[in-house]
């Protein structure tokens, strides 16, 4: 596909070459906050809200990140990712009668809606193995239905710790339960059968689950020794949005989680999507507030103002934050528009069903848009000179390449692109042969882009170039098992050129912005000016 970036869509030229560089998937928002039920701590993802309410439980009034997943795909979205995220929720146990004892299993899954139920028989056993029984987990959709969502089957499990099978270690590979405190030295009781004569029966677990208190920012950025809150997208397939919705209805996201999300987002080559502050309830507010706002990166953007939209669960029309709207919003223009363009003249408006929650003029908008926020529209407007969307580098002090949001993506998408087509170089000799060949490659996904006009300059040598050589791969590096990169284009103006390295080495690959003069640098002298503006800070971003 030549002209669109779609899910999946492959903007490079189609080469036999099974090495060539595709690009990535854009318009993919990741999602971190509380939810009904789900897996904690580990990315799900999921391509419609109905997808989220089997996993997660749909709409739950003290989720407000269930509302968010279900107004991204409402504005356009395509697809989520999902990390559930809890302050003290407990899961529930089985109790499976054993004799004089008890089997006690727990869920994996914390809250009051984790419904399971389990099942044990002795079929297909010998009289002899008196320490095994057959165990069936079943996870439900709620208490008492016969509507099964998951299920494991055990067989031939034991209570002998010796055994091969004992019942704590098998269970260790569940995706639903473990063994909870010590195990009986008699097997769980048979199961009793059901009422109305069916022969197999079951025992729900108890309703000792509980969904624990509301998120605190804490919570949020989690802990990177557990893979926790934030930590968690580490393990996430690759995403470029990221939206953290508010703590609680009238609690906003605090200043040190957008820190560390805007960490996140930069490692990953993605983007924080910030929520207006519920305080900012006028443009004039949002102004004045902004003189003072702490959190300016380029590796976020803020749309203004919350909408509304109809509460499903209450029954009226709510204020909700603003950002799933949001990158809903980018995910739909993504199928129709390349990221390096604005979408004609800028923003696609806010579908029906969702609006403003507050009137902006035009005066305002264009005020805002030089402080680095955009003004969320519920009808497309006459293009107006100067409100390009913007990230939230433009309102800052200094200035910045990328504090237009299409050069920023733009950027974002290249890096990812290149580094994901390159990783194949770790399994091949480090040498003059694997360098030129990743070069070529390279310099055919940018020549892709420039023909397609995503760079600025007339020019190959004006608008992008790509180094991998001995100046970026000297001895060291390769003795150090690192394959490097060097690649610059042109996103604003001719000849001056976003520069980033990419660098493999077995296990890891990373991607990051340098500043090297590429003009005045000597053959000798690259790889030593890009660790020179390493070491002083020259990484930007």
């Known amino acids: 596909m030549a002209n669109s970036l779609s899910s999946g869509a492959q903007l490079a030229q189609p080469s036999r070459d099974f090495h060539a560089i595709d690009g990535v998937a854009t318009g993919v928002a990741a999602f971190v906050g509380r939810t009904l039920k789900g897996p904690v701590s580990r990315p799900l993802t999921v391509k419609s809200f109905s997808e989220f309410q089997q996993h997660f439980g749909g709409l739950w009034q003290p989720s407000t990140l269930s509302y968010a997943v279900e107004q991204f795909f409402e504005n356009g979205g395509r697809e989520a990712r999902i990390v559930r995220v809890v302050n003290g929720a407990r899961p529930p146990t089985l109790s499976l009668p054993a004799g004089g004892g008890t089997l006690t299993l727990v869920a994996l899954n914390p809250g009051s809606r984790e419904y399971l139920r389990a099942s044990v028989d002795y079929d297909g056993l010998s009289a002899l193995e008196t320490d095994r029984f057959n165990l069936v987990v079943q996870r439900v959709r709620t208490a008492g239905s016969e509507l099964v969502e998951d299920q494991e089957i055990y067989r031939r499990v034991s209570v002998a710790p010796g055994s091969g099978r004992f019942v704590s270690d098998v269970l260790l590979q569940s995706s639903l339960v473990r063994v909870q405190g010590a195990v009986p030295e008699r097997r769980p009781d048979r199961s009793a059968g059901a009422p109305g004569g069916v022969a197999v029966g079951y025992t729900l677990s108890n309703p000792d689950g509980d969904d624990g208190a509301q998120l605190t920012d804490y919570d949020v950025i989690g802990s990177r020794a557990r893979g926790t809150g934030l930590s968690a997208l580490e393990g996430a397939e690759r995403f470029n949005l990221l939206c953290i919705p508010p703590l609680g209805r009238e609690q906003d996201v605090g200043l040190s989680t957008l820190l560390v999300a805007a960490r996140v987002c930069r490692a990953r080559c993605a983007l924080l999507i910030v929520d207006p502050p519920a305080s900012w309830t006028s443009a004039p507010a949002a102004l004045a507030a902004l003189r003072t706002w702490p959190f300016r990166s380029d590796c976020a953007v803020m749309y203004y103002p919350r909408i509304q939209a109809f509460d499903r669960l209450r029954g009226r029309v709510e204020i909700f934050a603003s950002s799933a709207a949001a990158a809903g919003m980018i995910a739909r223009s993504d199928e129709s528009w390349p990221v390096w363009t604005a979408a004609e003249p800028e923003e696609a408006p806010l579908r029906p069903g969702l609006r403003p929650a507050v009137s902006v003029s035009d005066a305002d908008r264009l005020r805002l848009t030089q402080a680095g926020v955009n003004t969320l529209l519920a009808v497309r407007a006459a293009a107006r000179a100067g409100l390009g969307a913007r990230t939230l580098a433009a309102g800052g002090s200094g200035t910045s390449d990328w504090r237009y949001l299409s050069a920023r993506r733009l950027a974002l998408y290249i890096a990812a692109s290149i580094e994901q087509g390159t990783r194949w170089v770790v399994l091949e000799h480090n040498g003059p042969a694997t360098w030129a060949h990743a070069r070529a490659r390279a310099e055919e996904f940018l020549e892709s882009l420039a023909a397609q006009g995503a760079f600025a300059g007339a020019t190959a040598r004006d608008s992008h170039f790509v180094i991998c050589d001995e100046r970026v791969n000297g001895e060291q590096s390769v003795a150090e098992g690192k394959?490097?990169?060097?690649?610059?284009?042109?996103?604003?103006?001719?000849?001056?050129?976003?520069?980033?390295?990419?660098?493999?080495?077995?296990?890891?690959?990373?991607?990051?912005?340098?500043?090297?003069?590429?003009?005045?640098?000597?053959?000798?002298?690259?790889?030593?000016?890009?660790?020179?503006?390493?070491?002083?800070?020259?990484?930007?971003?």
């Open 483 to 541: 394959f490097n990169l060097l690649f610059g284009f042109a996103t604003t103006r001719a000849g001056e050129f976003d520069t980033w390295l990419v660098t493999h080495r077995p296990g890891t690959s990373r991607v990051r912005p340098v500043s090297v003069n590429r003009l005045a640098t000597s053959q000798q002298r690259v790889e030593w000016e890009i660790q020179t503006s390493i070491l002083r800070g020259g990484i930007r971003g």
